[in-house]
Structure formats: C-alpha cells, structure tokens
C-alpha cells in the first residue's frame, strides 16, 4: 500500500487547498470589480504544491515566493484579512500597502516575500539557508519558482552555490508548462526541470502537482534531508494554471484540450474525494469549507472597512533607522 | 596613530568586525588562500578560518544573493565584488531586492548587508576592470554608498558600513590600497553622511571622492603658488549624501568644482551640481565645473587610458575657468 497521511494531515491539506482557492476566487472577482489595483496573478490550480510543501514547514522555515505567490503566503500561514488589506493597498496589509501582490510578505511567518523578479528568490532562500548553517539554525530555506525561472542564471548560481556548501534549502519548481505566455517546447529543451539536479550533483524529485499527498510526501523527504544536514533537493511539481499568467491574459495561446485537461484535474476535487474513501465525512469537509468562507467574508469586510496608507507615509521605511552614537 | 596603507585599514576593519560580532562573515571569490584579488583579505583564512572566511564560486549574483537572503534571516555578511565591474552580473539582488526589501514588505526587516567593491582605473585594466559605479548605486533608494578616500576613512567607514542595519556598498579605490596614512590605534567610527573639510580655502570649493581627493590637494598647493585657494570637501558617503556642508562652502567661495574619477555624463557630480545649483543659486558666481572622464569606455594602452581620466592638471583647469568666469 502506498504511503498514507494521518486523517489529520490529510485534513490540514485540504484545509491549505481550500483556504487557496477561496481566497483566489474571491480576490480574482474583487479585481475585476476594481477593489485591487494592479496586476494579479494567481495560483488557482496549483494549490497543492503550495500546500503540500508548506505542510511540513515550522514558522521558523524561510520560504521565497514569486509574483504568483498568495498561494505560498496563505500556505505559510498568512492571514486573510492582512492578506486581502494588502492587496488592496491599505494601511492594514502586511505591509502597510507598500508591497501589493507581488511583494507580500511576513518574516515572522518565514514568508519571505513574493517576488516579481523571476528566480530573484532562489538566491535569498539559499541565503537565508546558509544562515541556517552558519548560526547553527533549525530553519531550512525552500524557494518556489516556475518552469520559466529555471533558465534564469539565479537558478543556476543557487543550485550550485547551495550543492557547493551542502545547504539546507529545497527548491520547489511549479513547472506549469508555460513562462508566461511561452510553452515549454519553445523555452527549454528538456521535459524535466529536475534533471538540471543531475548538474548540481543534488537529488532531482518529481511529483505529480496535483496529488497533494504525493507532493507532501517527497516534500517532507527533501526538507527532511535539508534540516538533518543532506543538504539541497531540486523538487519539481508537474502542475498546471488554470487563470493567464494574469488576470489580463485570456491564454489564446493554450491548446483547448489540454487546458480542459487541466480544469478537470482538479488537485481539491481528486484529494476531497480520497479524504471520503477514507472515511472523513462529508460534514468534516463542509465544516472547513464553511470556515474559509467565513474567514473570508471577514477579511474582505477588514480591507474595504480599512484606511488608505496615510501619503505622508510614502517614504517610510527604505531605511532601517541607525544611530552610530548607540554603537 | 599609526601609519598603515588602505589596503592594511580595510584588513583591520574586517578583522575588528569579525572579533566584534559572530554574525558577520566574509563572503567572496578568491577572498580565502589567495587573499582576495586586490589581497585585501590575505591572512584572515587563517585567522578566522573557512566558516568565516567563505569562498565562493565565481558567480556573482549567486553570491551577492544569497548574501541578502542570509543578512536578511540574521546574519551580518560582508561580501567582496572582485571588481566593481562584476556588479553588473548580480545587479538583480543589489538593487532590487536589498534595496527594496525593507520597503516592500513595510519596514519589516533589515538587510544589514556590506558590500566591498574595488573601483577605478589608472593600471591599463581596460574596461572590464576600471570602473567607477557609484552613480548607478546613488540613485536607488535604499542603498547607503560610501568612498573613502584615505586609510582612516577606509577603516571607519568600513566598520560603520558593518554596524549599519541596511545595505552599504564601499567602493575602495585601488590605487589607493597602497597609500599610507594615519589611523588611531583605538577602535573608531566615521559617521555616513558628515563630508570632511579636508583643506580649508575662499576661493573655490572642491568637491571630490575617492582618489579625486588626493587629485585636488595637489591642485590646490600648485594653485596656492599662483595665489588661488581651494577649499577641498570629501563628502566621504554620496548616499547618504552631506549637501549643507557642500552648500555652506559654496555660500563663502562662490564656484564650484566637482572631481570625480567616474565618466560625466550622469554622473554624482551631476546630482551635487544639480542640488547646489539649487540651493545656492544666488551666490554662484561661475557656472559649477564638472571634472570626471571622458564620457567613454576605460582603454587599456596607458596613453589612452591617461587621456580619459582625470587628474590634478584637470582640477586646476576647472578651477581656473571658475576663476576667470568670476573675474
């Protein structure tokens, strides 16, 4: 018999999914009624890796996230209501509105920022790896970054420094075939991302995206090896983007069938309907998704009733205050 | 005091700040065995050992990135750019994500993060190896740039740059490596931001860094024989940048003349001449003088090379237009 979850477990990844996709869904409905400026990109679709990573993560871990990255925010612990302020600018998100949905971010959540340089991450989770090993810290770093990142020269400098050094870092590729608008045929020659892993001299993984319990495992292996000193894995999560790379992409490029593909391999649908083969009945999963929902309602509530960053504001915060007499 | 080169000031520093605090490490290429290119940090291998005393591939944004991920998660790196022409290969992590990170997530956290980065020509390095950057780093918010100009201000604004909570990048000039000067034997601090009167003089006011400075002074004792006197001011740290006592100068001389070894066009002299030109612009009697190189790449053969840099003769043919102007 493969390798089975706790009911527990089982649940809180389910949980991590749900509080995902609700809270896509809504901020994808409140940007076009123009409640969020900007540009939103969002993770619908590939829920699972967020959530089956995040699942065996502490606080203390360090995450990197991409411009896609409420999905790895709200995996790692974020709130809704900070969450929602921030996007919508307001003084109340997590960072003050100075970040948006490109840049959300809470260190104290080991969130250490959504990004919207591609690959910019790989190098600060391989950072705040080797701070792990330089303090002697418990804390592994772990990078998520898309198919398209992993022809950047970040990835590359990363996975090597991190083999060089035997860092306790995982790299989390969300390979869903497309760079953007570009396909995958057309921006790297190979199928797999994780074979590069064979360059670094580091365990290359791959997992089917959408089977959360699948995804939970080899990630639990990976962070596994990190924090007991077996340093890096290059983890690749096949998984697919159901929305445009934003919300102003229409994907004309996407061939029709593999997109319906895509929508009917749906990560939730497939792990909800394990969870009840399992024996977890329905009302368990009713009562989580009614939760969100209320957790939602609320936080949406939280950004619209929330006051505007002050513009006196503007310029706070590019300098961390430093007294050379204090020294 | 004691007399020592720059070169000897920098190692002291690093070595004072490595005793003082065991967050901070060295992080560069070469900087172990070999002792840094430039040999700036020859011998503190064995001081402070490999842990310490890191050694990188050669990969700068890998390095330089996972510097920022490790200053931001706790650590208090000190990485070495072989040549600040290699920042181009890691301009990502500098710019935007150390110098943005604080701001992005709302004043969330620190990247206390030095960055050492030899500049300058006048050694036939031609292109590659020759440059001076400042301009591109001082205007990104978010940076704090220092320039020393002598070996006391190497080693004081060096360790200031490590107690610093933000980014500090310190461009050590690399004709100045082996020029003594007197240093205090006590442990010291140069504040950023406080410019440095460094000649005292009514005529014309000399604003210059790096190895300028030295450029100036010696223009100034030539011109002292024709009965002109300069007022020399090193500004020390062009982020943050001290503009009053600039100003107050200019308001007793009059003229000014900006020095700076980087190219023209563009600039810091640019910025001064700009804010002076402001604030001053009633008691300017001459239009301000810029003396910088050529607008051109740095050419290797010697001659070439001699053509497009600035020296003292450049310093004093400014001066003297100044003086003409005024009459």
Known sequence: MEKQVSQEVGLQLYELMVRIRKFEEAVVNLFARGKIPGFLHTYIGEEAVAAGVCANLTLEDKITSTHRGHGHMVAKGGRFDKAMAELYGKATGYNKGKGGSMHIAEPDLGMLGANAIVAAGLPIATGAALTAQYLGKDWVGVAFFGDGASNEGAFHESLNLASVWNLPVVYVCENNEFAESTPRWQHQKIKDVAIRAQAYDIPGVIVDGNDVEAVYFCAKEAVERARSGGGPTLLEAKTTRWRGHHEADNQSYRDKAEFQAALENDAIVKWESVLLSRGVPQEKLDEINNRVEQELKAAIEFAEQSPLPDPADARADIYTPFELEAI | ?327
């Open chain 2, 1 to 327: 005091m004691a007399v020592m080169t720059y070169r000897e000031a920098v190692r002291q520093a690093l070595r004072e700040e490595l005793q003082n605090d065991e967050r901070v490490y060295l992080i560069g290429e070469d900087i172990a065995e070999f002792g840094g290119s430039l040999k700036v940090t020859l011998g503190l291998l064995d001081e402070f050992g490999p842990k310490r005393i890191r050694n990188t591939p050669i990969s700068e944004m890998g390095l330089l990135g996972a510097a920022v991920g490790s200053a931001a998660t706790g650590a208090r790196p000190i990485a070495e750019v072989m040549y600040s022409d290699f920042f181009g290969m890691a301009m990502d992590q500098v710019f935007n994500q150390a110098a943005k990170m604080r701001y992005m997530f709302g004043g969330k956290l620190s990247i206390p993060l030095t960055i050492r980065a030899p500049m300058g020509g006048r050694r036939s390095a031609a292109a590659h190896h020759s440059q001076c950057l400042e301009a591109w780093f001082m205007h990104i918010p978010g940076l704090k740039i220092a320039m020393p100009a002598n070996a006391y201000d190497a080693k004081g604004l060096l360790k200031t740059a490590v107690r610093d909570p933000n980014p500090v990048i310190v461009f050590e000039n690399k004709m100045l490596y082996n020029v003594k000067g007197e240093v205090p034997e006590e442990p010291f601090f140069v504040p950023f931001g406080v410019a440095k009167l460094v000649r005292e003089g009514s005529d014309v006011t000399v604003v210059a860094v790096s190895d300028m400075v030295d450029y100036s002074l010696k223009a100034a004792e030539a011109l002292e024989a024709d009965g002109i006197s300069l007022e020399v001011i090193d500004p020390r740290t062009i982020a943050p940048l001290d503009i009053e006592t600039i100003i107050q100068s200019v308001k007793k001389t009059g003229k000014l003349v900006v020095a700076h070894e980087a190219n023209l066009t563009g600039g810091i002299g640019a910025e001064i001449a700009a804010q002076v030109g402001y604030r001053a612009f009633d008691y300017l009697q001459a239009p301000i003088e810029r003396v910088a190189a050529k607008d051109s790449p740095i050419p290797f053969a010697p001659i070439l090379e001699k053509e497009i840099l600035p020296d003292d003769q450049d310093v004093i043919d400014a001066v003297h237009r100044v003086m003409d102007y005024a009459g």
